[in-house]
Structure formats: structure tokens, C-alpha cells
């Protein structure tokens, strides 16, 4: 029986190796990506010995996070926005056009590289959690451990949520599997190739860590928005109350509330995503507006905006090679609808480029959202917040439409467009209407555009009928249906784990 295991074990080790992409700050990734369980069988014993050694974990954590964004932002505004109504795919390449049209299977390379790294992510925020209070060091006091075990907490919740919505599924680890030897094998082997989790498991695991997070977390700090801080946790946690599996719109309010409450305010839109008048910098950091970012300096790494367009720190360095998510007929005819001109041209450039997939060469579109290497990516804002708050207001069981209105009101006054009339503001169904038409202008490309339409049960009604309205997309390779919420699991990762099944529908 040892041997079966054995082989089986060096036969997926094999595969795994073989199978990694490029990652920034790689880990192990057959022992620490693969592994876990819910137990705390196999544990590993004390391997940090002193709040230094702990340290270089709990920085790795955050450094992770700022030198990864390939899958938590790059490939993530892909599926948001070129899955949904607000973007092409942009290339002709096989990764990204399945996108665009529907045609999306477990061989998709970017949806490995999805899987595999927010696993990764996972394993980084184990190895802090599992281990710190085990660390020898009188010296590490026990309120920073906390804070530290809190941080990764938060951060584990948040890779899981991105986890849940996009793969439903998926093995929830919260332990790390000890070492395989001859004589425990059989009963490590399966942490180290775990099954899946239901959805309402992940979830509950998810809003376990968050809210547990949340009394030793840092608080709000105004001159610095890249920590995971109690507001952070209260965001995500307002966020989770609204899927379907945990939906209540009175604790929705609460943590939109508290995260309104912990001094957040609304900025000039242009002063979120701008840059210097010099040209040589963002605009802005830390603004009232931002609960999380995670900041680029001039001279520094944030490379993704060349996926996107333009580096305006470089004009022309990798400029030769069409983009991906280019903004759709779709959306710009929705920003044009509605007079949205503050929006659209915070949101939407266009250049004269060497390609001409879906526009003239002459007069090209591109997202403008990441303009520069110094570009921060702002993770979660007030916007976001507010605007879900409003939603639970429309759609709670005694709803408060003067409210949602009020909420909108104040989003749209900012970018100088009038208040909605009183016809919409009547109608529950007309404000709902409302409500994700001004989540799509406000949040274009910030990623939430198809959480959005699954959340809200709108994906076939828009999807279904979008080359109906969009001429210049792509024709659907199928229809959208329930199948379509989620994505399907890496068939790489399939064959590695053969405790994991596919999705239903692919």
C-alpha cells in the first residue's frame, strides 16, 4: 500500500514541477500550494526561531502581493471585464479570445496560472498563521503576533473570496501538511491532495477568518492604505454579505457603515487615477478614498500597465504588441449615453498603435486605469463601498429606495451628472437598473463588472444578447447559462489531484 502511494506521490510531484509558470517569489509549490487539510494531522514542528525569522514571512506576505498582480489584477480584469459587457479580450491570442467569446475550458493557461497562484497566496498566509504563536522569542510580543496573525488572516480571506467567485470549489487549507516519510504516508498523502470544499464551506471559512481578524488587525491609517487593516476586512466582509451564499443585506449595511465610519470620503475622480502635471508620478496615494492600494514609485514595477496600453513614464517601451481588455463599443456607448465625460476620460484613452483588432489603428481605445509603472493599483475604495450599500438598500426585504438614491445621488454628483429622476427613484426594479449602470461607469476596469451581473442574476439576460448591441465583439462560441457563473478548473490541476472534479458544463 506504502508503494502505491509513493508512486503515485513522485508521479504528481513530476507533473506539478512540470506544470509551474513564472512567479516572482516562488514557494514551494509541491508542499506548500498543494498541501493542507482541516485538520492538525502531519503538522509541521516549530520552524521559525525568533520574531526576525517571522518577519521575513509576514514582509514576504505583503511583497507577494505587490510583485504578483499578474493573476490578482491582470488576469482578474480580464475575466471582469472581457467576460463581461465592458471590454474585448484585445489579442488574438488562445488564452485571452475564450474570454471574450464563452469558449473557455480547463485548458485555458491563464486560468492554471490563476489556480496555482492564489493556492500559492493561501500557503504564504498559512505559513505566518500556522506558525507564529509556536515562535520561541520572548521578545515577539504577543500584540504583534496577533496584529501579524490578523494581516494574514485578512489576506486569506480575501485570495479565498477571489478563489470562491471564480471557481466555486476548491480545497480550503488552513493547515500545512508535515513531511512525507515511509512510515505516515498513507495518512499525509491526503493533505497533500485534499478534495474540494463545498462553496458554503469556503465561505464560512472566509468570513471566519475576516471577522476573527478584525479585533487585532491595524486600524485605518490614513498616511498609509497598503496595510490589510480592520477596514479592509470590513470592506471584504460587506462584500461577502452580499453573494448569494451568505446574503444579508442588514450585515451588508453594517460593514458598509463601519467602513464609511472608519473616515473615509469621497475625492475628484481625476485625482484617483491621474498623474503629476510634471508627468513623472502618480497623481495621488493614500487618498481619503482608498481603503487598499498596493504603490509603485517611479523607477519601480508596476509592469502590468504594459498589458493595458501606454506606460506614460516610457511612452514607447512595449508598445509593439496589442493589449489586452480593450474597452468596448458597449461601454463607450454607455458612457456617452449618460453625458459621463469625467468618467469615460479617466477610464478610456486612445491611441494611434500597430494594431487593429476591433478599431482603427488611427483612433485605438485602451483602458486608462494603470497608466505608468508608478501607477498604484487601488484594491478596494469607498466608491465600491457606497455604491454596495445602495444595492442592499434596493434589494433588502423592506427596501429603502430614498436611501439607495441619496447613495447614487452622491456618487454622480461628483462627476457633475444630475440626480436620478423620480420615475427611477420610485421603482424598485428601475433603481436596481440604476444601481448597476453606476457600479459599471464608476468601476469600469477596477474588476467587478461580471461579479457584479453574476451577483445580481444578469449575465444571460446581458451577455446573451451583447452582439445584438456590439457589432465590433466577438460572436459567442456558446450561450451563457448557470454554468457560465463559474469558471472551469484547470484540467493541469485535474490531473495532478485526483481527488478535485471539473465544474458542471465544461
Known amino acids: ?88 479580450g484585445g489579442t488574438t491570442g488562445a488564452e485571452v479570445v475564450p474570454m471574450e467569446n464563452n469558449a473557455i475550458d480547463g485548458s485555458n493557461s491563464v486560468l492554471e496560472r490563476d489556480w496555482n497562484r492564489y493556492m500559492a497566496d493561501i500557503a504564504t498566509a498559512n505559513k505566518i498563521i500556522c506558525n507564529i504563536d509556536s515562535v520561541p522569542d520572548p521578545s515577539f510580543s504577543k500584540s504583534e503576533r496577533e496584529q501579524w496573525k490578523a494581516e494574514a488572516k485578512i489576506y486569506r480571506g480575501m485570495i479565498m473570496f477571489e478563489m470562491v467567485r471564480i471557481f466555486g470549489r476548491f480545497p480550503v487549507i488552513i493547515q500545512e501538511a508535515g513531511d512525507i516519510t515511509a512510515d505516515n504516508i498513507e495518512e499525509v498523502y491526503p493533505l497533500y491532495f485534499p478534495k474540494q470544499n463545498t462553496v458554503e464551506e469556503a465561505y464560512a471559512q472566509i468570513e471566519k477568518d475576516l471577522t476573527e481578524a478584525i479585533p487585532a488587525a491595524p486600524a485605518n491609517n490614513p498616511g498609509n492604505k497598503t496595510m490589510l ?101 458597449d461601454l463607450i456607448n454607455a458612457f456617452k449615453a449618460e453625458g459621463d465625460e469625467i468618467r469615460m476620460n479617466e477610464s478610456i484613452v486612445y491611441y494611434e498603435c500597430g494594431w487593429s483588432n476591433y478599431y482603427p489603428a488611427s483612433e485605438y481605445p485602451f483602458m486608462y486605469k494603470c497608466r505608468s509603472a508608478a501607477s498604484s493599483i487601488i484594491k478596494l475604495r469607498l466608491a465600491d463601498i457606497l455604491l454596495l450599500k445602495a444595492e442592499a438598500l434596493i434589494m433588502k426585504p423592506s427596501a429603502d429606495l430614498s436611501g439607495a438614491a441619496a447613495i447614487i445621488n452622491q456618487i454622480r454628483q461628483r462627476v457633475n451628472l444630475p440626480a436620478l429622476s423620480s420615475s427611477v427613484t420610485s421603482s424598485k426594479e428601475q433603481m436596481l437598473e440604476a444601481l448597476l449602470k453606476e457600479r459599471r461607469l464608476e468601476l469600469a476596469f477596477e474588476g467587478e463588472r461580471w461579479f457584479d451581473l453574476v451577483r445580481l442574476g444578469k449575465v444571460e439576460e446581458v451577455m446573451n444578447t451583447i452582439n445584438n448591441r456590439d457589432q465590433g465583439r466577438l460572436p459567442q462560441a456558446r450561450a451563457y447559462t448557470e454554468n457560465s457563473y463559474l469558471l472551469p478548473v484547470p484540467q493541469n490541476v485535474l490531473d495532478q489531484n485526483v481527488n478535485l472534479t471539473q465544474n458542471p458544463g465544461y
Open 1 to 88: 500500500m506504502k508503494t502505491k502511494y509513493i508512486k503515485a506521490l513522485s508521479v504528481c510531484l513530476l507533473l506539478f514541477t512540470a506544470s509551474c509558470g513564472l512567479d516572482y517569489d516562488p514557494v514551494s509549490d509541491f508542499s506548500e500550494v498543494t498541501v493542507g487539510g482541516g485538520s492538525d494531522e502531519g503538522k509541521k514542528e516549530v520552524e521559525f526561531k525568533n520574531r526576525a525569522e517571522m518577519l521575513t514571512q509576514y514582509e514576504g506576505m505583503y511583497k507577494r502581493m505587490k510583485d504578483n498582480q499578474e493573476h490578482w489584477y491582470q488576469d482578474k480584469l480580464l475575466l471582469a471585464e472581457a467576460h463581461a459587457d465592458n471590454a474585448y
Open 229 to 329: 487593516s480592520k477596514s479592509v476586512a470590513r470592506a471584504l466582509l460587506a462584500k461577502v454579505y452580499a453573494e448569494k451564499t451568505l446574503r444579508d443585506y442588514d450585515k451588508v449595511i453594517q460593514y458598509c457603515d463601519e467602513v464609511i465610519n472608519d473616515g473615509f470620503s469621497l475625492v475628484a475622480f481625476d485625482d484617483l487615477f491621474g498623474m503629476n502635471e510634471a508627468g513623472t508620478d502618480c497623481k495621488a496615494r493614500n487618498t481619503a478614498e482608498s481603503i487598499l492600494e498596493i504603490q509603485y514609485m517611479p523607477g519601480g514595477g508596476n509592469w502590468v500597465t504594459w498589458m493595458f496600453g501606454r506606460d506614460l513614464l516610457d511612452y514607447d517601451t512595449q508598445f509593439t504588441w496589442a493589449k489586452w481588455v480593450t474597452p468596448s463599443r
